[in-house]
């Protein structure tokens, strides 16, 4: 048995503005970013999510060393806007799932999510998808 | 019953347990066997926690039941381990094996910190895996 500590997903609920729940439910083609005109609820995170896993490789792969270079910096700013987003979507959660499956991935290609932030993204994820079940 | 297990009935198993509004399965659905499944992780589950919830008054009746217990959360892990790599091919799949991974997830009341067997943390993972396989079918 492992323990980890599951940060917020439940205490976020409540502070999901109603407005943002009421966006119209997405399909799984939609949800890919770009293929809607108006802004989408969760563009700023759809945005980061795609941009993550560049920034993830820059730490693994770079030069840099210790936590307080502008790689590691942007890296960190990345993954804690990640993880403090609640989606308000399907297209959300999905952008956040890839997200979880750069930080879980192996240099072999299999992924690990223990110890990373994908392990508690994945029980994030989790409650967010039930949470926004009604609307898919 | 531990600290830990009786956390399960708090906020994390209510969601786990709701109802799946606008969602219908049907009886071609896909992920049919995948649904039976998780369904049955966690009526497993369940009687875990019923069997833990039982007042044992004496060293010797808590002995006594421990087997009981044991063989519940075998039951558990066992089906949760046949469920975790069952791939699904539908949201509705997804959205169980969710349901399943949350009601074998373990909140520690004390201490606000969560308890996850490694059943619960494959399950989890492998709903993410498969909302993502499932994404990119549609996309």
Same mark, same amino acid.
């Given at each position: 048995m492992s323990r980890r500590t599951l940060l917020g997903g439940l205490a976020a609920l409540a502070a999901t503005p109603a407005a943002a729940l009421m966006a119209p439910p997405l399909t799984y083609a939609e949800a890919t970013p770009g293929r809607r005109s108006s802004p989408h609820p969760d563009a700023e995170l759809i945005r980061i999510? *795609?941009?993550? @896993?560049?920034? &993830?490789?820059? %730490?693994?792969?770079?030069?840099?060393e210790g936590e307080d270079g502008p790689i590691w910096q942007a890296y960190a700013q990345?993954?804690?806007?990640?993880? *403090?987003?609640? @989606?308000?979507? &399907?297209?959300? %959660?999905?952008?956040?799932?890839?997200?979880?499956?750069?930080?879980?991935l192996n240099a072999d290609g299999t992924e690990s999510p223990n110890d990373t932030p994908a392990g508690t993204w994945a029980w994030e994820l989790l409650n967010d998808l039930l949470r926004l079940e009604g609307q898919l | 019953m531990s600290t830990a297990r009786r956390g399960l009935l708090g906020g994390i198993a209510a969601l786990a347990v709701s109802p799946?509004?606008?969602?219908?399965?049907?009886?071609?659905?896909?992920?049919?066997?995948?649904?039976?499944?998780?369904?049955?992780?966690?009526?497993?589950?369940?009687?875990?926690?019923?069997?833990?919830?039982?007042?044992?008054?004496?060293?010797e009746e808590e002995q006594a039941r421990q087997p009981e217990r044991d063989r519940l959360m075998g039951v558990v892990s066992e089906r949760a381990e046949a469920l975790a790599p069952?791939?699904?091919?539908?949201?509705?799949?997804?959205?169980?094996?969710?349901?399943?991974?949350?009601?074998?997830?373990?909140?520690?009341?004390?201490?606000?910190?969560?308890?996850?067997?490694?059943?619960a943390?494959?399950?989890?993972?492998?709903?993410?895996?498969?909302?993502?396989?499932?994404?990119?079918?549609?996309?």
């Open positions: 999510c *795609a941009e993550h @896993p560049a920034r &993830l490789q820059a %730490v693994n792969h770079g030069s840099e990345s993954r804690d806007a990640i993880h *403090a987003a609640v @989606p308000v979507t &399907l297209a959300g %959660v999905v952008a956040k799932a890839r997200a979880a499956k750069a930080e879980a | 799946a509004p606008g969602l219908v399965l049907s009886a071609s659905c896909p992920d049919a066997e995948a649904i039976r499944l998780a369904e049955g992780v966690i009526e497993a589950e369940a009687a875990c926690c019923a069997a833990h919830d039982l007042p044992t008054p004496t060293e069952l791939p699904v091919a539908t949201l509705v799949g997804v959205l169980a094996k969710a349901r399943a991974a949350l009601a074998v997830a373990t909140k520690d009341a004390t201490d606000g910190e969560i308890i996850v067997h490694d059943y943390e494959w399950l989890a993972y492998a709903a993410l895996e498969d909302l993502v396989r499932v994404a990119e079918g549609e996309a």
